[in-house]
């Protein structure tokens, strides 16, 4: 399963995980209220979720710490290109109910582990908003240190150590 098919996964999970914490139903998700998974909320909360997971790791391998926090590459040159997902700069929509129930072949129980790790470390992350988010993710080392290397060379962007984000303390509320 490709990197691209194995993001939308997690964004199908994602979306579960909202309508749970929300108390509604998927086939309301679009037009839901407080539908704020914008572009730089999915990104931060992809991080934080393969954060829990050696595997994931390994699958999304070019986080980079960025202004905004941890942003893996290649799922940030995705973000318009999804078969499934439509994801705006202020919410994520589905682009087709009747593909909800498709699961890819593969890893999706990678991305299942991930979720239910990170739901398990803080189950309201799901209602941050995008930039409570992005100061959490500033309070990881990972963050700090390759961030702050990126600007020592007059750079915004830096690849971060898979094994940094692997061995550091993970921290998951404000």
Request: aromatic share 18%.
């Given at each position: 399963?490709?990197?691209?098919?194995?993001?939308?996964?997690?964004?199908?999970?994602?979306?579960?995980?909202?309508?749970?914490y929300?108390?509604?139903?998927v086939?309301?998700?679009?037009?839901?209220?407080?539908?704020?998974?914008?572009?730089?909320?999915?990104?931060?909360?992809h991080?934080?979720?393969?954060?829990?997971?050696?595997?994931?790791?390994?699958?999304?391998?070019?986080?980079?710490?960025?202004?905004?926090?941890?942003?893996?590459?290649?799922?940030?040159?995705?973000?318009?290109?999804?078969?499934?997902?439509?994801?705006?700069?202020?919410?994520?929509?589905?682009?087709n109910?009747?593909?909800w129930?498709?699961v890819?072949?593969?890893?999706?129980?990678?991305?299942?582990?991930?979720?239910?790790?990170l739901?398990?470390?803080?189950?309201?992350?799901?209602?941050?908003?995008?930039?409570?988010?992005?100061?959490?993710?500033?309070?990881?080392?990972?963050?700090?240190?390759?961030?702050?290397?990126?600007?020592?060379?007059?750079?915004?962007?830096?690849?971060i150590?898979?094994n940094?984000?692997?061995?550091?303390?993970?921290?998951?509320?404000?």
């Amino acid at each position: 399963m490709s990197k691209k098919d194995l993001f939308e996964y997690f964004l199908r999970e994602l979306v579960d995980w909202y309508c749970e914490y929300y108390k509604t139903s998927v086939s309301y998700f679009n037009e839901h209220s407080f539908n704020d998974l914008s572009k730089l909320k999915v990104l931060k909360l992809h991080f934080f979720a393969c954060s829990t997971e050696e595997e994931a790791l390994n699958i999304f391998n070019e986080f980079h710490a960025m202004p905004y926090g941890h942003v893996e590459s290649d799922v940030y040159s995705y973000l318009n290109t999804l078969k499934y997902f439509n994801v705006t700069n202020s919410k994520l929509e589905f682009v087709n109910i009747n593909d909800w129930n498709i699961v890819p072949d593969g890893d999706s129980e990678v991305i299942d582990r991930a979720i239910k790790n990170l739901k398990g470390e803080n189950a309201k992350l799901i209602s941050f908003s995008p930039f409570e988010l992005v100061e959490l993710s500033h309070s990881w080392f990972s963050w700090r240190y390759t961030f702050s290397q990126a600007r020592k060379k007059e750079s915004f962007s830096k690849k971060i150590a898979t094994n940094l984000i692997q061995q550091e303390t993970k921290i998951y509320s404000l």
